[in-house]
């Protein structure tokens, strides 16, 4: 099992299609559930708000998918005791990385406009 530094993560549009975006995750509570986050404005926050259903697949930084996808469940998560976890998770996954975007994030006040999801699979993945 290869550890993976991204993911793409695809959400589902009004249309039926999928968009995949490249995304950081690092674990949650149990082998199937998962932690990103993104802009809140994103178009996968937005997509997450109408239809829950995700599918995620091993990939490259640039997005390049590499594995098989898995589906599962995405949800938007607004606790915050929720929130730091999944910061923290990420954090030590990441480290200096993930405290370097935070760094530039509170000097560009986007910091709070930021949005955690959860994402639980249907199966544990091969890739994390």
């Known amino acids: 099992m290869q550890k993976m530094n991204y993911i793409s993560l695809a959400t589902r549009k009004k249309s039926g ?3 995949w975006t490249a995304v950081w995750f690092a674990p949650g509570n149990g082998s199937h559930r998962f932690y990103i986050f993104s802009a809140a404005d994103a178009g996968k ?25 898995v589906s599962g469940l995405g949800q938007l998560v607004d606790d915050p005791s929720d929130c ?9 996954k990441y480290g200096w990385q993930m405290r370097l975007l935070d760094f530039f994030s509170r ?5 709070h406009r930021r949005q955690v999801i959860c994402i639980e699979l249907s199966e ?5």
């Open 124 to 128: 544990p993945p091969t890739c994390v």
């Open 107 to 111: 000097l560009s006040g986007r910091i």
């Open 45 to 69: 926050v937005k997509r997450l708000r109408n239809f829950p259903d995700i599918q995620v697949a091993p990939c490259t930084s640039t997005g390049k998918i590499i594995g098989e996808a």
């Open 17 to 19: 299609a999928w968009v």
């Open 84 to 92: 730091a976890r999944a910061y923290g998770a990420l954090r030590a």
